[in-house]
Nanobody, 125 residues
Framework: QLVESGGGLVQAGGSLRLSCAAS????????MGWFRQSPVKDREFVTA????????YYADSVKGRFTISRDNAKNTVYLQMNNLKPEDTAVYYC????????????????????WGQGTQVTVSS
């Protein structure tokens, strides 16, 4: 099970930190990713992190503003979001996969086999 938290309402330029707590599986066996979906866009890839945490990928739209990290001892993956923009408004989902950490596969939602319920992030202008 994956449970996201940390979403909310923030003004443009502000920051939020999302968390995703995993249970029921061996967390360190999983590549972890964050995706987002808004009413006006299809689900899109945000970022992913390898099992060890040493490798990451980011969507161009968030590069330099968002940072993914994980703590395998706490079975948790984080998404630090800085300099938020109104276009970042979406429901954010974390997801896990046991497949290889290879670009472009980790950017595809179909690559992931378990998902959280999502947390809403709203950025006001």
């Amino acid at each position: 099970q994956l449970v996201e938290s940390g979403g909310g309402l923030v003004q443009a330029g502000g920051s939020l930190r999302l968390s995703c707590a995993a249970s029921g599986r061996t967390f360190s066996d999983y590549t972890m990713g964050w995706f987002r979906q808004s009413p006006v866009k299809d689900r899109e890839f945000v970022t992913a992190i390898s099992r060890s945490g040493y490798m990451t990928y980011y969507a161009d739209s968030v590069k330099g503003r968002f940072t993914i990290s994980r703590d395998n001892a706490k079975n948790t993956v984080y998404l630090q979001m800085n300099n938020l923009k109104p276009e970042d408004t979406a429901v954010y989902y974390c997801a896990g996969d046991r497949g290889p950490f290879v670009d472009p596969y980790v950017r595809r939602g179909s690559h992931y086999d378990y998902w959280g319920q999502g947390t809403q992030v709203t950025v006001s202008s």
